[in-house]
């Protein structure tokens, strides 16, 4: 696990590249959120992260979600995104324990997490298919008004925007032409909120409209096998 000094650096990095493209783009740091994934991390590392100042946190699976929201239920002001495909027999662990889900892209696993949910609505991103690859989750990007038909009225969620993957570039402005497509599928749907950009290319998704970005590997080197 890293330790509490290299976190510090990576972190101070991290910050200083998405305060260089903020300014790039005309933007100010407050426009975009940090979510610190921690996959496959101990709840040692997230609460580490948390004292170094992160308050938002990324998990790709839910019982790993569930077991971390229960570890550091003594972290006040933490919130939890759960990032991953979601499948329906595990929408009460996100229902539970996340603040934001950023992969919705199917009726029954909405319908569940609407029933299961408690509280204050899940903010949702619905995820977005947007270059059609087959290996990849989520909706076509011409499917995705009819799917907010059928979304928007559940109860205990809030669609806040849309989330989309590009294909795996060699460079990161290979995932230009995918970001500035979701945000344009988000603008005409009248959704600001955009999930899009990762450790290697979030400052191209910065500069076309990110209001969250999923970084791990920078903050926490790679990950547990």
């Known amino acids: 696990m890293i330790d509490p000094r290299a976190l510090a650096a990576n972190l101070a990095a991290v910050e200083q590249r998405l305060a260089t493209a ?3 783009a005309g933007r100010a740091r407050a426009e975009v959120q940090l979510v610190a994934v921690t996959k496959r991390h101990p709840p040692g590392l997230v609460r580490l992260a948390y004292e170094a100042g992160l308050r938002h946190f990324g998990e790709n699976y839910a019982q790993e979600l569930r077991d971390k929201h229960a570890a550091l239920s003594d972290c006040a002001g933490l919130r939890w995104h759960a990032i991953g495909p979601l499948q329906t027999k595990n929408a009460r ?3 539970k324990a996340a603040h934001v889900f950023h992969a919705l892209d199917r ?8 029933r299961r949910r408690v509280g204050a609505a899940l903010e ?3 995820e977005v298919n947007v270059a059609g690859e087959a290996s990849k989750a989520g909706l076509a990007p011409e499917a995705v008004s009819a799917f907010l038909e059928q979304v928007l009225p559940l109860p205990g969620l809030a669609v806040v925007g849309l989330m989309g993957m590009p294909p795996l570039a060699v ?7 995918a970001f500035r497509q979701l945000a344009s599928l988000g603008r005409a749907l009248g959704l600001p909120s955009l999930s899009m950009g990762t450790t290697g290319d979030f400052e191209v ?13 920078a ?7």
């Open 22 to 24: 903020c300014a790039r």
């Open 124 to 126: 949702c991103f619905v």
């Open 171 to 177: 460079s990161p402005e290979d995932s230009r032409a």
């Open 219 to 225: 903050l926490f080197g790679e990950r547990p096998g």
């Open 107 to 114: 009726l029954e696993v909405a319908q569940e997490l609407s």
């Open 93 to 95: 662990y996100v229902a």
């Open 205 to 217: 998704a910065i500069e076309e409209g990110a209001t969250h970005v999923r970084v791990g590997t």
